[in-house]
């Protein structure tokens, strides 16, 4: 695996694989790499001749201070899993690679997708999310740009960027499903922080997913969301939301929308967690 740490040598070998007809895919990930990540890299290994990965924990999208302070960084094992793994680049730039002096920060004008749910309750996240991805893009500039569906407004905040950006006919999107553990709990980096107690708790998040899945058809959205929310309270759980909402708008789900999906954000001992299921 070839490590890159400047923005114009990754930029430059990326364009001498393209002049040789290469496809390149691109996983970006903020690193505590674990097999959800992995599940990414597999995926881009599968379709592509070069996966590049980076590893850049983005300041600019974090609402909460402490979030970004305590942030996992285990980068020796990182670049190790990623060599096991099969991954063909690593880009791991420092803070002035990304916002170099000259950097110009823009604004995106992401619709209502912005400020609802995960935008609602971390305000500018998605602000910062588009400022990195725009970036990395704009440096690895790949052909397919792997994300995981265990974001699910953050994989339809950059297919917004995209847009955005005019390089709908240059990058594809593709969204691979959320790698759980054993118990359901999705996998992410943040787990690495849940203390014993609270990592027994953890998997509620996805029974009530899952409860919300077996029951919508017959009961209201309204009833069954409330009960979910209770089950996470009763479980020291604080609850920003529990919402099921039409997946392509992320809109209130109406009697007619055709696809529904569910969302969770809570956290526990002030660590945050996120999941989701599609409803059908
Ligand atoms: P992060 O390092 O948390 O920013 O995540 C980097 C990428 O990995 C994002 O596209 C995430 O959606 C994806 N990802 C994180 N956790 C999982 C998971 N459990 N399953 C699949 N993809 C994931």
Redesign the pocket.
């Known amino acids: 695996m070839i490590i890159f740490k400047a923005a114009d040598q990754i930029s430059e070998f990326i364009s001498e694989q393209k002049q040789k007809g290469k496809c390149i895919g691109f ?11 992995l ?2 890299i597999a995926a881009s290994k599968s379709k592509n001749d070069v996966t590049v990965c980076s ?1 850049f924990v983005n300041p600019t999208q974090f609402n909460n201070p402490d979030d970004f302070k305590r942030y996992p960084i285990t980068v020796e094992k990182d670049i190790q899993v990623l060599v096991e793994a099969g991954c063909n680049v690593l880009f791991l730039p420092p803070v002035s690679e990304i916002y170099p002096p000259q950097y110009q920060k823009k604004t995106y004008n992401l619709g209502q997708i912005e400020n609802t749910l995960e935008g609602f309750y971390r305000p500018g996240h998605f602000q910062g999310v588009c400022q990195v991805v725009d970036r990395l893009l704009e440096i690895v500039d790949p052909h397919k740009i ?6 699910y407004q ?2 339809m905040v950059v297919q917004k960027l995209i847009e955005i950006i005019g390089k709908e006919d240059d990058y594809k999107l593709i969204t ?5 553990e054993s118990d359901g709990l ?5 787990n690495l922080r849940l203390s014993e107690t609270d990592r027994k708790k953890a998997p509620t998040i996805y029974q009530t997913l899952k409860d919300l899945k077996e029951n919508y058809t017959k009961n209201t959205i309204d009833h069954l969301t409330n009960k979910a929310a209770e089950r996470l309270k009763a479980n020291e759980f604080k609850v920003d939301y529990v919402a099921v909402v039409d997946a392509k708008t992320l809109e209130p789900a109406k009697a007619d929308t055709k696809q529904l999906v569910a969302l969770v954000a809570a956290s526990i001992s002030d660590i945050r967690l996120i999941d989701n299921l599609p409803l059908n």
Do not use: N
Not at 27 to 37: E, K, Q, R, W
Not at 176 to 180: A, K, L
């Open positions: 996983v970006p990930t903020m690193g505590a790499l674990h097999a959800g990540h599940s990414l590893i792997y994300l995981g569906q265990k974001d953050q994989c691979v499903p959320t790698m759980r999705a996998m992410s980096s943040r």
